[in-house]
C-alpha cells in the first residue's frame, strides 16, 4: 500500500493461543502470526470502506460503513450478514454489550 494506512482493530484469533491476528484496515483485513509471517492466503474484504471496525463474542468481526454494517466470520472472512442503514456516522468505538 503506497501512502497512509488507516487501521481499524487488532484481533486476536481464537483458539490460537494468541498467535495469530487479524489486522484490519481500509477495506480489508489480513491473517498473520505474532512474527508478522501470512497465516491464511485470505484477505478479509469489505463490500464497502468501514469507519469502525469490532470483533464479536460470537467470533465475528462487524465493519460499520457509510451505508451498512457487515458481519464476517473472524475464521474465514465470509460475509455473514448485511444490515443496511441512512444514518452515515463515524463512531469512535464500535463494540458488542450484552451479546448485542
Known sequence: IQGTI???AIIILPNTSGMELLLT???EGIYIDIYGHF???TVLQWGE???SVAYLQSNQV???GEKAIELRSVETGNLEG???HKK???LKFLCERNDK
Request: glycine share 4%; net charge negative; charged share 25%.
Open 6 to 8: 488507516h487501521p481499524h
Open 39 to 41: 497465516t491464511k492466503e
Open 62 to 64: 462487524m465493519g460499520w
Open 82 to 84: 448485511v444490515f443496511m
Open 88 to 90: 452515515a456516522q463515524k
Open 49 to 51: 470502506m468501514p469507519a
Open 25 to 27: 484496515y481500509e477495506d
